[in-house]
């Protein structure tokens, strides 16, 4: 009577449970139909992570389709957010906001905190981690988004499997206030980003692919491809260090860029 297992039989569930493993963000209303406009589903399926329950932590899917944002979604710590794949779950954003950004847990959903971010270093730190991000495109190449991933003081978090998509073309001229960048990273001098995981993400379009001027530290990229870029990762190219700068006091530190590779870079790949 063995199962193909093991010697033990399986428990049994019901199929309400097993269909709970995971949580659509079309069961909070998202549409993913390229029209309608799915930034309030998003956010409110995103916001389920603040509930504290870690049984409440389930998935969140995106089903295959084009998800259209018109404002910036906040990503609270724990938050683990999964594609049917690039080129198949779509986020097209049409507004001149940040994509995605990372939040602290002391966000509620009338009050987003950020930079109050306390390090995980000290006790009770609150800053975002333990991010989950992966087999998604987002497209920012119809709109002047500035930020495809913003994270802010983020830690322990891993991206992969990941398309950014920009408006950028080769041997245009553009200023940093017009840029369009694929990860901005920061620190406010108590808490960074730290010990984050970047793995086969593509940049496409993008004028700046990676950009930090703070002190980031202990991240990895591997197996990332930069294409079409003014500069693919730039660290540390206008920060104002020192001391009477938070967050500025070295600029991006330990950081780790293996197996990349740069196609079409305009200025410098790193």
Not at 126 to 139: M, V
Not at 162 to 185: C, E, F, P, V, Y
Not at 214 to 231: A, M, Q, V
Request: charged share 15%; with cysteine.
């Amino acid at each position: 009577n063995a199962t193909v297992w093991s010697t033990v039989t399986p428990t049994s569930r019901t199929l309400q449970s097993t269909l709970e493993d995971t949580v659509s963000v079309l069961d909070f209303g998202a549409t993913g139909d390229g029209t309608t406009d799915d930034t309030v589903s998003i956010q409110n399926a995103l916001y389920s992570f603040l509930d504290g329950s870690v049984a409440n932590r389930k998935i969140l899917y995106f089903p295959p389709g084009q998800y259209k944002t018109t404002a910036v979604l906040n990503i609270p710590p724990y938050a683990v957010i999964r594609g049917a794949g690039k080129e198949k779950s779509i986020i097209v954003s049409t507004s001149s906001t940040n994509v995605f950004r990372t939040v602290n847990s002391s966000t509620t959903r009338t009050t987003v905190n950020v930079s109050t971010s306390t390090s995980l270093d000290s006790a009770g730190g609150n800053q975002s981690r333990h991010i989950e991000i992966s087999d998604i495109s987002i497209d920012m190449s119809t709109t002047t988004a500035t930020v495809a991933l913003d994270l802010d003081m983020c830690a322990n978090s891993i991206f992969k499997n990941i398309k950014l998509i920009g408006s950028w073309t080769n041997g245009t001229a553009r200023s940093n206030a017009q840029k369009d960048t694929g990860i901005n990273m920061t620190s406010n001098g108590v808490a960074t980003c730290k010990n984050n995981i970047f793995e086969n993400i593509e940049f496409n379009g993008i004028y700046f692919g990676v950009y930090s001027n703070f002190d980031i530290k202990d991240n990895l990229w591997k197996f990332c491809l930069f294409e079409h870029s003014y500069n693919a990762i730039a660290f540390g190219i206008s920060g104002n260090y020192g001391a009477s700068y938070p967050g500025q006091a070295t600029g991006p530190i330990h950081n780790d860029i293996t197996s990349c590779r740069f196609n079409y870079i305009d200025r410098q790949g790193i």
